[in-house]
């Protein structure tokens, strides 16, 4: 009797499978016809905006006339950022994939809305379910503003300590603790049904070059990245992270090519973060607008390597209709197809189906900024007390000698 109804629950649970994937692929399908050649590649455009500058012309034109598949928002408040995000919903022809760069909550972008921990903190946190639980709660936070991709964790492993950009916003030196707790964080976010995003592929850590002035230059070998920027990556990818934000970097062991940025490099797109790593989920670049790529590859070229490279979505470039034109260009010319085109837009809309985007609902103004804030004390109270460390001399004796034997004359100075 138990073996028949454990058949049964079997037989069901497939049919269910079957019928949610029939619906998601239906969906998808039905929405890709809708879309013209050009719409299909502005799906593949995440731009900006600000909700602290009102209802922007340029967003709007973009949105109403190019059909772009993302916004990221920026700098506001978060009842701005809500009636923006249903006014731009309203008015889009294809549900508009809403993302922030919001690492440690909503504060980090948002006035009104308290911050949570940053992750160098959450590192000096031992257990990891304590960290999901902040995840969780970022997660939840995000998922009640209609933000349905957090760009975060950071799981570079920060060991320079002339890295102008990572720094706190790391977990820490240990590949180990980065990739446990970045791990924990990811499927916190996750869990409330937001997409986390694993970043600064292949590994932002150890450069002295701030990539949004720059292109940092990462002089190691492939074994030494295997057994250190690679890692927490690795386990993320196991663990299900559902996107990767590819970086700006340098890598010759990678690919030599000159100034080709990992970001729209096919050696590390194609070849080691999907061949080599497995990764089947989302690709975002990080944001094309900045000088590691953009002095080097102006204009719409920028967008167009990046997708001959293999990634999913362009993260700001310069402009929509430059972008537009550059993927066209380089179609004519056989660097890419329009079957690259079409799987990129279905994979896409899928993530935007997973997400709840197929039957939308606008963002409740209702107590809003309350439900924003209503567990961040409580967790940033618990971070706060787990994070305590206490630092050891190893030998205690040799601060206090030399302490001591110090000339008052330099304490006075």
């Known amino acids: 009797m138990i073996k028949y109804s454990f058949l049964l629950f079997s037989i069901a649970c497939c049919f269910f499978a079957k019928a949610q994937t029939s619906g998601a692929q239906q969906w998808v399908d039905k929405t890709y016809k809708k879309l013209s050649p050009d719409e299909r590649i502005a799906q593949l455009i995440i731009i900006r905006a600000y909700s602290n500058k009102g209802v922007e012309t340029k967003v709007l034109n973009d949105v109403k006339k190019y059909n772009v598949g993302s916004i990221c928002f920026f700098q506001g408040g978060p009842v701005r950022q809500a009636q923006l995000t249903n006014y731009y919903q309203s008015v889009a022809k294809t549900p508009i994939l809403i993302t922030i760069d919001g ?121 030494q990245l295997e057994d250190l920027e690679l890692y927490p990556f690795r386990e993320m990818i196991k663990a299900g992270v559902q996107s990767v934000m590819v970086g700006h970097l340098s890598v010759p062991t990678i690919d030599n090519g000159k100034n080709r940025a990992t970001s729209i490099s096919k050696n590390a797109v194609n070849g080691l973060l999907r061949k080599d790593l497995g990764f089947e989920g989302l690709t975002f670049t990080d944001a094309l607008e900045m000088k590691g790529v953009a002095k080097y590859f102006p204009g719409g070229a920028i967008a167009a390597e990046a997708l001959i490279a293999g990634n999913d979505m362009l993260c700001l470039p310069e402009s929509v209709p430059g972008t537009i034109k550059a993927v066209r260009d380089a179609i004519k010319k056989g660097r890419l197809s329009w079957e690259d085109i079409e799987q990129k837009t279905k994979k896409v809309l899928l993530a935007k189906y997973n997400l709840g985007l197929s039957s939308l609902q606008p963002v409740d103004l209702d107590n809003l900024l309350n439900d924003l804030n209503a567990n961040t004390d409580e967790v940033r109270a618990q971070v706060a007390q787990k994070s305590l460390t206490l630092l050891k001399l190893a030998n205690p004796s040799t601060f206090r000698n030399e302490f001591f034997s110090w000339p008052l004359k330099k304490i006075g100075k």
């Open 103 to 223: 690492e440690y909550g909503l504060g980090m972008r948002l006035d009104s809305v308290t911050k949570y921990p940053y992750a160098m903190t959450l590192g000096a946190v031992a257990d990891a379910t304590l960290v999901y639980k902040t995840g969780k709660a970022i997660g939840e936070q995000h998922k009640r503003l209609g933000v349905h991709v957090d760009y975060a964790p950071v799981v570079d492993v920060n060991n320079n300590p002339n890295n102008p950009v990572i720094g706190f916003r790391s977990f820490g030196e240990d590949k180990y603790r980065v990739a446990k707790h970045g791990i924990a964080f990811m499927k916190g976010i996750q869990d409330a049904g937001v997409m986390a995003s694993a970043k600064h592929f292949p590994g932002h850590g150890d450069v002295a070059v701030d990539s949004h002035l720059d292109l940092p230059v990462i002089n190691k070998t492939r074994t």
